[in-house]
């Protein structure tokens, strides 16, 4: 019979647990350190008669009471405070939440053979290959959050997949002027999570990727800035350095395909005609001061747009930040607008049609979460979206942002998913022990109408948070 | 860790609240100065360029004199950049030829913009200025300058019973 309740045994034990993390000598002697004497106080200046003994006695009973909070069980030695019967830790977990207990969905895996009508709701787990676009691109944030939890980064096929993977097919082999495709729908419906599969696919298809998962950070003055007078905008040295090595990681073995069909010559580099894009990059990589990345960059992806080898995707999720003025400021401390930043100018003028590839698609994806970066008036004119507020003729559009909306197709994503989809969603947080009930079929009903469809609802805001029991 | 005007600035720190170091400059000339020399929101004292850091030292030690900002041209949607082999010390010599022609032309009642850090005083010069509005007081008698020198509130504050930062601060000689 222990001296202590079951509940104190418990604390005393994770206390005996943290106190073993330090050295022994320590922690004993902070568990058996008698009380400390009672203080006797100083006045400075003098004061009235009887205040110090108040002062004394206040101070004193302070002290008990403090005393008494403290349970008894903190100043007993390490040997008493161990289970009687067995000297074993207890609460052993089972193996199954221990970590590196190699836990993990089984699930198909994402490609051609999958990717068929008859397959729409299943989940299918991504390759987890050092050159896979997520790895190298990363993802963006709230996609992020969701495969640190889950045990293998996953999806589920939905109809709009699909269709999706449907026009990169149709669009391989001709320019991408007549395939210039934004994502849009309600916040959480699936836009970041489908270009991620229509990225996936490509890649695994033998196109060349360049896949920007948080467009925002580009205009967020979060990167480094420097006037150019040669292309008269602001290049950013830095994020063009790292999304040229993303594209050199994600793509070598097709870039070391291609060939420069001319030279490049600036301050620094020599690079003649003939080298591989490969090559190209990685001498932009090598200069670790970020000045050559810019100019190779463009080099690269000036030689992509023109050959017809391999189909290229630029996909960009974020797409309506690239529509806001960023949030740097020129000398004068006026924003700069997002076509006088390099790569946002890059990226619009592939959505506008201006720079065209020969051979490929540009995707994008717009974010309705982010109040900062709000899609603007230009977008959902070019795009016929719905607005929950009355929108007026009079009511100002910016005639050079426009400019770059022309030719936009909106590809809708569904508000809500199926009842099939959704239960192939349901089955990976249920598979991955993610759920606190066995009470499927009612879990999943009351989640689904709660969330009204929604996947992001449904999974943040119903399985995960629910205190059902 | 970098020295500039004798005050030093932690590598570790945000470039944007490092400014803030200097007696004179708060969260509002710290990001106009950031904009000036384009460094960006999130940038730390340490990823600062060397040419970054000395038109730094170099401005703040004597805001007034510096020269103006030069206007560059800005791409318009339909610009084609010249090759990447054309030398920018020549495109930067036909750009100030053409803001020399400009300003022969320009017009001489327009009013040209009066930029504010230009007007910036820090460290020294700026705590003399408060000296001499301190002494300036004091000698044309008025009551704040009394005050001063009886180091009093000197705004109406009570004195009845708090005056203890005047009675500490407040003096003819305060910087």
Redesign the interface.
Known sequence: MSLLSSQHRHVALALAEAGSVLRAGQYRTAVTRAAPAQKQSQSIGGVKRGRKEKWEKKMNQERAQRNRDIPKFTRYPESKLQIPKTKERPAILPEVFQPGSGHSLDLPLFGPSTLTAKSVGQATSFGTTQTNAAKVFGLPNKMHFEYRILSTPCSVIRDVTLKAIHTLDKAKGSSSKDHRIVLHGRAGSGKSFLLHQAVQYAQAQGWVVLYIPRAVTLV???????????????LQPRASYLTLDKLYKANSALLSQLTLSRE????KLNIPAGTTLAEVAQAGIKDKSFTSGP?VL??VLKELETQTKFPVLVAVDDFQALFHNS???????HAI?P??LSLP?TFLEFASG?RTLANGVFMGALTESDTAYAVPLELKDALNLESRHPVSPYDKRDQ?KL??TEGLKGLKVPERMSTNEMAGLFSVWKDDMALTTDKYDELFMSKYVESDGNPRDFVWKGLLSTLSP | MVHILGIPLPDNYKAVYALTKFYGVGAKTS??L?????I????KVG?LSPFQITSLASFLSSPSTAPP?P?????P???V??P???S?QE??AK?KEQQAQTAEKSDAKKKK?ADPLNSLKVESELRNEIRENIAHQRMIGSYVGRRHAMHLPVRGQNTQNNAKTAKKLNRLDRW
């Open positions: 967020n003055s979060t990167n480094s800035y420097a006037y150019d007078i040669r292309t008269q905008t602001y490049l010559v600036t301050e100019v463009e080099t949030a740097y400021k020129d000398p004068f401390f607008r076509h006088h100018r201006q050079v400019g770059y | 990001k106009r950031c904009a000036r020399f384009q960006h929101d999130t940038a990823d900002l206007r560059y041209p800005l791409a949607p339909n610009f950049p010249p990447p082999n054309t920018s495109l930067l750009f913009w």
